[in-house]
């Protein structure tokens, strides 16, 4: 579960810096961010390839696969629950700022 965590703060941090040198928003570098936490399937081929070699120890896979099962759960949730979040903590604790309304009214 920590390394779950560590994975995911790491994959947000990445996609807001780099939303960030191209000019995006707050909300838009979090976006970035939680974009990218599904990211990472492959990682799955390349551990079955290591434990298939005999280089690693067969343990590693069934962690590997709960980790990117883990992670293709939470990728998307993350991706639909990041604009709000963002906008009722981030954006409101800014003095002056105004959150950008919703998509289509809402």
């Known amino acids: 579960m920590a390394l ?8 947000i941090a990445t996609g807001w810096w780099a939303a960030r040198r191209q000019g995006a928003g707050t909300l838009g570098r979090f976006r970035a961010g939680s974009a990218l936490v599904a990211r990472g399937e492959f990682s799955i081929v390349i551990a079955g390839l290591a434990v298939g070699s005999g280089t690693v120890d067969s343990g590693i896979a069934p962690l590997v696969a709960t980790y990117v099962l883990l992670m293709a759960v939470l990728g998307p ?6 604009e709000p979040v963002v906008r009722r903590t981030v954006l409101r604790r800014r003095p002056g700022a105004t959150a950008p309304a919703a998509p289509g009214g809402r």
């Open 77 to 82: 949730v993350a991706a639909r629950v990041v």
């Open 4 to 11: 779950a965590v560590v994975t995911t703060v790491t994959k």
